[in-house]
């Protein structure tokens, strides 16, 4: 086992991170124009990272997958964006954004991160409104604030329910001025598909462009990984169908250790699967849960009617109704923490008042909202996402209730990174959902948002420097050098060996069959044998892939199957890390609940005494076990209690 | 409970951007009504992959209706049949048992095609970075509430900014403009004391650039603002147009 040193400045925590930035070293502006910065990824972190250092002055070279940075999944997020300002006067402050943060964490998270994340929250909020970033306001001009899931104090910005695509809009405008400026260079339709080393440092990346096919070398002095969460593991979740884990797998095995990995978000409030062709889940934002009111049935021949389709919701009686969440966490009633609720609404589910056609949804409901505000003021919060209900489902939610269902929405684990947001391989940093920092065992509504832009905005401009500062005297390395010769032959390598397979299967549907397992075995509830078998099972689905893929087409040109393919391959590794680990944690924190530890209520039981760590792992070889290692947590300021809703 | 349906597709295929470009048909059978358009595009190309062929390449990522990235030019319409929606929000209950689909890619000479159903909307990227931001670095900002703004304008501005950069207004215009975009970027920060500062200075580098990349001019026909899934107006190229002549005048 290695010693993790996550580097915490000294201090008070208050002071860390002002004692930090006092004391970094600098890079002057002319010996910035010579250090080179590569950014994978044009999400919230990699784009406000990229524009940022793009106006510091050092060159930068930015990645995406997709057409434009603008399309990151990022743009997705509707809910919105917390931050400490205590307009409302409700009582709010930093260090309340911070417990709030680490309780809702369920303490699996280091305090000193989530310290800085709080104290810079306000500036995220100060910069996109600069940009033009068009937040709700009332009717005095000033802004907007609600509450969300797990806070008792309204902190949350937003921008009707497209709150993500003005944040990424905003972000992606300051990158494209860099652009024009000359001073950051943007690559779309092109894919990180190796990190190349040099001297055990990262010095740049092997790309493959996605429309030609070809492999490219690009030297930097840095790289920063933005490249997203890992939910697509389990198939249907709610990112884009395109959101991968490709990139932090590739950190993985050049040395960056993987923390966490077993730590994924169930988001309530999904709508529900209903059938076998379906390629995603689509989230109904969190923010409904203000408003509308959970229940199922109170009897279970009620239940089974609607399940028939011979009884209507609307049929059914006040009386005969279970608002569960209200029942059972009075204090919080429908706005607890998204784990709490996916596991109530489980728990009900498979006690047989499930709802819809297939027993596996819940409803939520506006009647009484609306019969209090009106439909118009229902329609003004919330219009855009009933519309989108509405296409999908074929129903009105004006007038029946919504059905809803969990589904896997976020990863909290990650690349682990030290306090400076560097990864345990020199060089290399990873900001945004792709690291492990500050969510612990779960993340609060509203969070990842304000994570990924403080990262981007305010952190890794101050500490990147402190690492290139000793790098000034480094020269531009040509891509001709060895490392990038042999990094690029192990690309076209893989590449080659998937095409040569030729097998039977299609991506698709392997990656369907690893998602049931995921779902079965390492979702919502877990226990010792089924994790066990679940590994198992992703280990024979990793040999089928090798064997049995089938990719048409060639490696030369456009080639979408080729990949979906490389990304599957990863998330096949990935799968069985999240399992591994989700084995080895035998406590319930947070998103991960393990069947064996729960109070007689069935709420999440910790083990303090043995699990107060991030399990950090690392990558020891192909077909290899990895190496566990642990990062101790020490809290100083915030005192372990069980969560407590009620 | 399931309706289903069988249609028989005509669709767009082209090997690259050089290639000469044809329609294939294809037949497909029992599509669940309940399934979306591209959901229908992934049967298509899993039985595609099933036979050794190679599947219809085809632009989405979000498959909610945000990111833009889906495109489409289904029986003569940007996004298909359904108003206010994007393609991967449509809904195979929108067609007929038995009826024909041609599928094609935006079609429009700022959007080269890439593959089949992808085209190369790079240009957006270039127009936006002509101007289409306000000019303020990280850090050094004044406070968040500093500067009322009267609700109106930040709605007004927020409907604007609901723009996904799709290009469906390009490929519904006959001119091939790009105005409903340009305008709904212009608009948008016009219309907030932020991005009023550089307003006409904006209004005239992005609509140069525009020019500049071949996309048509403006006649007013309104086609875009019909397809637009987002519901973009045009009383946003009116705005662009004020701002546009005010630069003209500080000339
Ligand atoms: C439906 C939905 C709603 C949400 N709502 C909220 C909300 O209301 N509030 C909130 O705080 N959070 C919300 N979240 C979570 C939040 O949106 C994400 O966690 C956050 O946006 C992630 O940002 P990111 O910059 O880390 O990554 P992303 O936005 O996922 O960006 C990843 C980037 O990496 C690129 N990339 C990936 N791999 C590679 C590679 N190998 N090579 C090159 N480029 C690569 C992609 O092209 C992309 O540009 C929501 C999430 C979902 C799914
Ligand atoms: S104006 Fe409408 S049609 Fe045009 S790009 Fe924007 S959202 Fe698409
Ligand atoms: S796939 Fe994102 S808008 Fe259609």
Known sequence: MVKIDAKIPEGPLADKWKNYKNNQKLVNPANKRKLDIIVVGTGLAGASAAASFGEMGFNVKTFTIQDSPRRAHSIAAQGGINAAKNYPNDGDSIYRLFYDTVKGGDYRAREANVHRLAEVSNSIIDQCVAQGVPFAREYGGLLDNRSFGGAQVSRTFYAKGQTGQQLLLGAYQALMRQVNEGNVELHTRNEMVEIVMVDGKARGIISRNLVTGKLERHFAHAVVLATGGYGNTFFLSTNAMGSNGSAAMKAYKKGAMFANPCFAQIHPTCIPVHGEFQSKLTLMSESLRNDGRIWVPKKKEDAEAIRAGKLKPTEIAEEDRDYYLERRYPAFGNLVPRDVASRAAKERCDAGFGVGTTGLAVYLDFKSAIDRLGRDAIEARYGNLFQMYEKIVDDNPYETPMMIYPAIHYTMGGIWVDYELQTSVPGLFAAGEANFSDHGANRLGASALMQGLADGYFVLPYTIQNYLADDIATPRMTTEEKEFEEAENAAKGRFEKLMSINGEKSVDSLHKELGLVMWDFVGMARNKEGLQEAIEKIQAIKKEFWSNVRIPGSTGGMNVELEKASRLADFIEIGELMARDALHREESCGGHFREEYQTEEGEALRQDDKFAYSGCWAYKGEDQEPELNKEELTFDVVKLVQRNYK | ?251
């Open chain 2, 1 to 251: 409970m399931e309706n289903t349906i069988n249609i028989k597709l005509k669709v767009w295929r082209q090997a690259g951007p050089k290639a000469k470009g044809r329609f294939e048909t294809f037949e497909l059978k029992n599509i669940s009504t309940d399934s979306s358009f591209l959901e229908m595009l992934d049967i298509l190309n899993e039985q595609l992959i099933n036979k050794g062929e190679e599947p219809v390449a085809f632009d989405h990522d979000c498959r909610e209706g945000i990111c833009g990235m889906c495109s489409l030019y289904i029986n003569g319409r940007p996004h298909g049949p359904d108003d206010d929606v994007t393609t991967c929000q449509l809904h195979m209950r929108k067609f007929k048992d038995g009826q024909t689909i041609t599928i094609e890619p935006w079609r429009s000479a700022g959007f080269p095609v890439i593959k089949d159903l992808i085209v190369d909307r790079g240009a957006f990227d270039k127009i936006i970075a002509a101007g289409g931001y306000v000019s303020v670095n990280t850090g050094g900002v004044p406070d968040a509430n500093a500067l009322p703004i009267p609700k109106p304008n930040a709605d007004e501005a927020m409907d604007a900014a609901s723009c996904i950069g799709c290009g469906a207004c390009v490929a519904a215009c006959k001119n091939g403009s790009a105005m409903l975009f340009v305008s709904a970027k212009v608009s948008q920060l016009a219309l907030l004391p932020q991005g009023k500062v550089e307003g006409a200075r904006r209004a005239k580098n992005m609509v140069a650039k525009m020019d500049e990349l071949g996309f048509g001019n403006c006649t007013n026909t309104g086609a875009c603002e019909v397809e637009c899934p987002k519901g973009i107006s045009l009383a946003n190229i009116a705005r662009l147009n004020r701002e546009f002549l005010s630069a003209k005048a500080q000339d």
